[in-house]
């Protein structure tokens, strides 16, 4: 990849490149195997990581971000860290951490960046040497051709310094609510234009790379995260949103979830009716499980279940039947390359563009337009390949928010709309991830990325528990998510257990919240931490149970996410790895937790001192403005909240169609 122009002191350059070979360092063992020999000694500067670094910094951080890492930069020259022996060098780094909590998160980053860049670099052929050493195979494919793979929805060309548009209704945002609600008003005649802020990325620039796909498809490049480091969020940014990038996994809203919103003002989402608008969602994206097949790290899953006795069951999923190879599931993660998942891209989307609706791709919505109570458009810049930008206004009656509930309050916050509880009742659907190794092969990355779970826990704390579910493989993410005390320690850790990893994943729903709220920049920041004691110990629980899970299934091996190691192997006392899991600590950084799902944060109900849109989904201060994502959700559903974000969408569009409570006559 690319490095642009740099942005540090040669002070600090030569500083960061000491820190990062402290990080991935260049060691010499003795063994037999040269790929493993030639993976000790490579550095992180043998890979370029350095430049790769602040090449990141110059394309996407602001002054002010890049002042203070090089602060923290100053910090380890000033102590002469470059030229330190590698022990030295690794006791500064752990005694910095320590000195305080904001550069506990600042060195955490650095070690993130580092290890994405080193265990997911790709050269021109696609390839990153250290994966030799650990039995990981890359792309199994190359692309299909554009011309095998056309771009069969439309994207409006918008050029010069402003431009405009006319439409009866702006969505903002074409994930899996933005995505139905533009299909269902542009096939009843409205003039639909829908912003994202994303590119509009298909099979054909679906690499089956880690790096590529976070970079290009994901919010913030795949490395957003809380404002103190808590929780790593993990949303689609791209057109068709986290539906491009997501497992599949097809949930109906539960009964009680869907009771407990009716009384908070969802008339009729208890009754009936609502199955209507879940009927045409799992229809139209051909949910199914005939297309469901078990990967051996989800046989592992099933096997602990059924040794331990819990309920486990095969997921439907919104997947072709027709995929030919379900081994390339496991790169779904950065888009299908086979076209299999049946994303909005595939129909909701193309369903909107067939029916006429205009589309703006790296369209930043910058505020809603309203006057006099009620919605008149939306300001937004669309950024160019080269740099540029334009100023685009959309005039439009109706706004549908749709962003994700990280950046539709954000939006609504630099819209000074959506009252005082714009950004509260954040849910997050906090995850532990507990990593068996075992004996034999498993190679997570093969087959499908998400196809069994267990609700065994779903209620264990009253109405609040979490599911039990797996995900795949990847060299970065496990690095980055892994204890690192020394590069030696971390270099053999992952050569040791990649390739035999199951990862087991809990899936809580929330007791607590957090909130969005904006910086002076108006950025969406995102404030968040396990100071709920439910949460708490939903988390703990869950990651006790996840590792009594990989015992039970044979694991020779359990590795925890607590930045101080802890982690059990065969042989030794297990009741002390569990009474370390439930004394770790869960304050900031000292732990690798991550949000699949963000809802919430501009939620529907009755009451407007304590919700932001009404039982329909519109506004309660702002006519014409309609929340149509997870961020409506009034509380946390405890499911993978796909198909509850759909049906929402598809019955929020429906009360657009029959026109505004404020609508007068």
């Known amino acids: 990849m690319g490095v642009t122009v740099g942005v540090l002191s040669e002070t600090r350059r030569r500083t960061l490149e000491a820190i990062c070979d402290t990080f991935a360092p260049s060691i010499e063992v003795d063994d037999e195997r040269e790929e493993l020999r030639a993976f000790y000694a490579r550095s992180a500067s043998d890979l370029g990581v350095p430049a790769q670094i602040e090449g990141l910094l110059a394309a996407s951080a602001l002054p002010e971000e890049i002042g203070a890492v090089g602060q923290l930069l100053d910090a380890f020259a000033a102590q002469d860290l ?19 909590p904001e550069a506990k998160l600042g060195v955490r980053q650095l070690r993130a960046l580092t290890f994405l860049f080193f265990y997911a670099l790709p050269d021109e052929a696609g390839h990153n040497d250290n994966w030799d050493a650990l039995g990981y195979p890359g792309p199994l494919s190359a692309p299909p051709a554009p011309e095998q793979a056309p771009k069969t929805i439309a994207v409006e060309q918008i ?35 829908v912003l994202e802020m994303g590119g509009y990325r298909n099979e054909a620039d679906f690499k089956q790379l880690e790096l590529p796909g976070m970079l290009e498809l994901y919010l913030g490049g795949g490395l957003a995260s809380s404002e103190d480091g808590s929780i790593a969020i993990l949303a689609g940014s791209t057109l068709g949103g986290g539906t491009v990038v997501n497992y599949m996994n097809c949930i109906r809203t539960p009964e009680s979830i869907r009771s407990e919103w009716a009384a908070m003002g969802i008339a009729g989402i208890d009754g009936p009716d609502y199955e209507r608008h879940i009927d045409r969602i799992w229809e139209r994206l051909s949910v199914n499980e005939q297309a469901t097949e078990q990967n051996r790290t989800h046989r592992k899953l099933i096997d602990a279940c059924e040794q331990l006795g819990y ?6 999923r919104n997947a072709d039947i027709s995929c030919e190879d379900p081994r390339a599931c496991g790169y779904c993660f950065a888009g299908c390359q086979s076209g299999c998942k049946q994303s909005t891209l595939k129909t909701f989307l193309q369903d909107a563009a067939d029916a006429g609706a205009r589309f703006v791709v790296g369209a930043r919505a910058e505020r809603i337009l309203a006057a006099d109570g009620r919605a008149t458009g939306v300001v937004a810049s669309v950024a160019h390949e080269d740099g540029t930008t334009t100023a685009l206004t959309v005039n439009a009656q109706s706004v549908i928010v749709a962003c994700g509930a990280i950046e539709s309050p954000a939006l609504l916050l630099r819209s000074g709309i959506g009252g005082p509880d714009a950004g509260r009742h954040l849910r997050l659907h906090p995850a532990s991830v507990v990593i068996g190794a075992y004996e034999e092969p498993i190679e997570g990355w093969t087959g499908q990325i998400q196809s069994a779970l267990s609700d065994e826990f779903k209620h264990c704390e009253g109405e609040h528990g979490f599911l039990i579910e797996a995900a795949g ?19 053999e850790l992952i050569a040791r257990t990649l390739k035999h990893a199951a990862p087991f994943v809990s899936v809580a729903r929330d007791h607590g919240e957090g909130r969005v709220v904006i910086d002076e920049h108006g950025r969406a920041v995102t404030r968040w931490s396990f100071s709920d004691e439910v949460d708490a110990r939903l988390f703990r629980g869950a990651t006790v149970e996840l590792a009594r899970m990989h015992r039970a299934a044979g694991a020779r ?14 042989g030794e006392d297990f009741d002390a790895f569990i009474a370390a899991i439930e004394g770790g600590s869960l304050q900031a950084n000292d732990f690798a937790a991550f949000s699949a799902h963000q809802m919430g944060s501009c939620r529907m109900g009755s009451d407007p001192g304590e ?19 997870g961020s409506a959700f009034p509380t946390a559903p405890g499911v993978n909240p796909m198909i509850s974000i759909m049906a929402l969408a598809h019955r929020t569009a429906e009360k657009i169609l029959a026109g505004s409570r404020h609508a007068s006559g």
């Open 159 to 193: 050029l010069g310094e402003t431009a405009t548009l006319t439409a009866d209704v702006c969505v903002v945002g074409s994930g899996a609510g933005g995505g139905v609600i533009a299909a269902e008003l542009a096939a009843a005649g409205r003039s639909v234009v």
């Open 311 to 316: 309920p486990h069951r095969a997921l439907t």
């Open 473 to 491: 493989v990847t060299p970065a993410l496990q690095a980055m998510s892994l204890p690192w005390m020394d590069g030696a320690q971390h270099k």
């Open 557 to 570: 091996e359990i590795l925890t996410t607590f930045q101080q190691p802890t982690s059990w192997r065969e």
């Open 82 to 100: 470059a030229s330190l022996p590698l022990g030295a060098r690794t006791e500064l780094l752990h005694a910095v951490s320590a000195s305080a």
């Open 611 to 629: 919700s932001v849109a009404d039982g329909r989904g519109e506004l309660h201060d702002t006519a014409g403005v309609w929340i149509g994502d």
